[in-house]
């Protein structure tokens, strides 16, 4: 019985005075080692970079509707924002997120960069350590601007400092709470109405203990838009 030889064997038998380093390898003799290998290459390639994706997509758009598109959030029949992005309002009459340090290129040189808070195209913090001049002075400033609109003396952490990301959807209920006496005034509102739609707007911990009790601010905007002024 002829005894089989390994591949390299057989592809040098015709010159054994120079086993193991064979003059020519037919592409007879490679093709059923790399069929194998192109067939596993398209077959994944088509299962994770094709099939697995739609089918991800499908799921999504029955089960998570919504999400899956972005969170979009629709007034009159037009998308005004996105509950996951930040937006900066700088009315009197709407409540208005934590600072962002986001910037964008400067129109007159674009090789200097100018602020443009919530700038969704470029997402980053300030950078600033505790004892940068600057980030003092916006702090303070800011502090000194909250304490003349809202007539309180203490002012919430996140009415004064950015997020990681310069895109914080949310805002902590006291930071709500101390606009009250602003949007109330601008809007001529009961203050107990607009102190309502915070309470409402509260956003408890996942599960009880995970995060904390936020309020998305576009969200309680489209609310405080929803109540007609007096």
Do not use: C
């Not at 998570?64 to 007034?75: E, H």
């Amino acid at each position: 019985m002829q005894k089989k030889l390994p591949l390299l064997d057989s592809l040098t038998a015709a010159h054994p005075g120079r086993r193991g380093m064979p003059a020519q390898i037919s592409e007879h003799a490679l093709l059923p080692h790399v069929r194998p290998a192109i067939v596993m290459l398209l077959l994944f390639t088509v299962l994770t970079g094709v099939i697995y994706p739609l089918a991800m997509t499908g799921v999504a758009q029955i089960a998570f509707p919504a999400a899956a598109n972005g969170s979009l959030q629709v007034k009159n029949n037009t998308v005004v924002g996105s509950e996951l992005i930040g937006q900066a309002f700088s009315s009197e009459r709407y409540f208005r997120p934590r600072p962002s340090a986001t910037t964008a290129p400067d129109p007159r040189d674009a090789s200097k960069s100018v602020g443009a808070p919530y700038n969704a195209a470029n997402s980053a913090g300030s950078n600033l350590g505790p004892l940068s001049k600057a980030l003092q002075d916006r702090v303070v400033e800011s502090v000194q601007a909250i304490q003349r609109s809202s007539g309180a003396s203490g002012v919430p952490a996140d009415a004064v400092t950015t997020s990681a990301s310069g895109l914080d959807p949310d805002i902590s209920p006291a930071n709500a709470l101390q606009q009250v006496r602003r949007i109330a005034k601008a809007r001529k509102l009961p203050e107990d109405r607009v102190r309502q739609l915070v309470t409402n707007a509260i956003d408890m911990p996942a599960m009880g203990f995970v995060g904390e009790p936020h309020i998305n601010v576009l969200q309680l905007n489209l609310a405080l838009d929803a109540v007609p002024s007096s």
